[in-house]
């Protein structure tokens, strides 16, 4: 198990950036896949991207591929959402999940272990 605290979270104007931090604690994390997910008002938690701590490629989802990007700090144990030429319909509630034995990133309940989230707002 490991415990994810997120942040960076705010308020952005249509087109322009932010970068969401994951801090990770616990036994073993570089074992684990990590994903953001999000979740508007009244609609579903839903995939954004995914690495593995051990390496390999990152998977997005198809509405944020070429404007997010996710990356990893193993010496601080951090994982990041960058996100760039932000729309409203990015606004939600962002998580960051940690899955062992993840076989399919893209799926919710592949993930053990969740942050608290935190919320984008962008405006346009």
């Known amino acids: 198990q490991v415990q994810l605290v997120e942040s960076g979270g705010g308020l952005v104007q249509a087109g322009g950036s932010a970068r969401l931090s994951c801090a990770i604690s616990?036994?073993?994390?570089?074992?684990?896949?990590m994903a953001w997910f999000r979740q508007a008002p009244g609609k579903d938690r839903d995939f954004v991207a995914a690495?593995?701590?051990?390496?390999?490629?990152?998977v997005y989802a198809d509405s944020v591929k070429g404007r997010f990007t996710i990356s990893l700090d193993n010496s601080r144990k951090m994982v990041y959402l960058q996100m760039n030429a932000l729309k409203p319909e990015d606004t939600a509630k962002y998580y960051c999940?940690?899955?062992?034995?993840?076989?399919?990133?893209?799926?919710?309940?592949?993930?053990?272990?969740w942050g608290q989230g935190t919320q984008v707002t962008v405006s346009s």
């Open positions: 999940a940690a899955g062992l034995k993840v076989a399919r990133p893209q799926l919710l309940f592949a993930y053990d272990d």
């Open positions: 616990g036994r073993a994390f570089s074992m684990y896949t």
């Open positions: 690495i593995k701590w051990s390496g390999g490629s990152s």
